[in-house]
């Protein structure tokens, strides 16, 4: 199963983008990386899911490169309520069992 | 709505008793996990159930087991032979992966 490589932690500001970068160099040709967002106490919440290039939703962009070796979760202008961990995963033609790292604690201060 | 409901949220354990946590999900997904997360760490996998009637370990299945009887249903029982069983406690269900709210276990 493919291992993702991602920073421990990160700080921000209201209003500013946020880019954490996940690495994945193992990525099987099946596999989709997807992104999720958990609160304390709180399950993980899917944020945003791609294959290659780059993908948009309300939330967030997910970019990757053609070797799909690293992908980079774009936030844009952040808020408070975007405290929280976000989590890097790869998933094998989207089932299979979901590997969990320790997760990017993102801050955001005022 | 559909979802995929834990309960209890708080669970508190005496030492050298087993517990179930409930896992119930009304989506129809074939697939259902447990995972274990401890202070400041990411989800570990406890066991996990492709299809009803079938289960597998996971990466920290020791001191815990599991049914899958229905399609719906995943009890996890956390038994005495697990060492440290404070943990909170999440279920999820896929495809699309769904995770319940969780289930906070302490032991006293």
């Known amino acids: 199963l493919a291992k993702t490589t991602q920073p421990i932690s990160m700080d921000s500001y209201e209003g500013q983008e946020v880019n954490i970068t996940c690495s994945h160099n193992n990525i099987a040709t099946n596999d989709y990386i997807t992104w999720y967002q958990q609160f304390p106490s709180q399950g993980p919440r899917f944020i945003i899911q791609g294959y290659k290039t780059k993908v948009t939703n309300e939330v967030a962009s997910l970019f990757i490169p053609a070797d799909r070796k690293s992908s980079t979760l774009s936030l844009p202008r952040v808020s408070l309520s975007d405290t929280a961990v976000y989590y890097c995963l790869v998933l094998y033609n989207q089932g299979g069992k979901l590997i969990f790292g320790q997760g990017t604690e993102l801050s955001v201060k005022p | 709505d559909g979802g995929i409901t834990q309960s209890p949220k708080y669970l508190f354990r005496k030492e050298g008793q087993n517990v179930t946590l409930s896992c119930e999900q009304n989506l129809n997904h074939d697939a259902m996990y447990w995972y274990r997360q401890d202070p400041g760490q990411g989800l570990r996998l406890i066991y996990y159930s492709q299809i009803v009637n079938d289960f597998q370990k996971g990466d920290i299945a020791e001191g815990y087991s599991v049914s899958r009887e229905k399609k719906e249903s995943f009890p996890l029982t956390v038994t005495s032979a697990q060492k440290n069983p404070t943990a909170f406690y999440l279920c999820?269900?896929?495809?699309?992966?769904?995770f319940g709210s969780g289930t906070r276990l302490t032991v006293v």
């Open positions: 999820a269900s896929s495809p699309p992966y769904t």
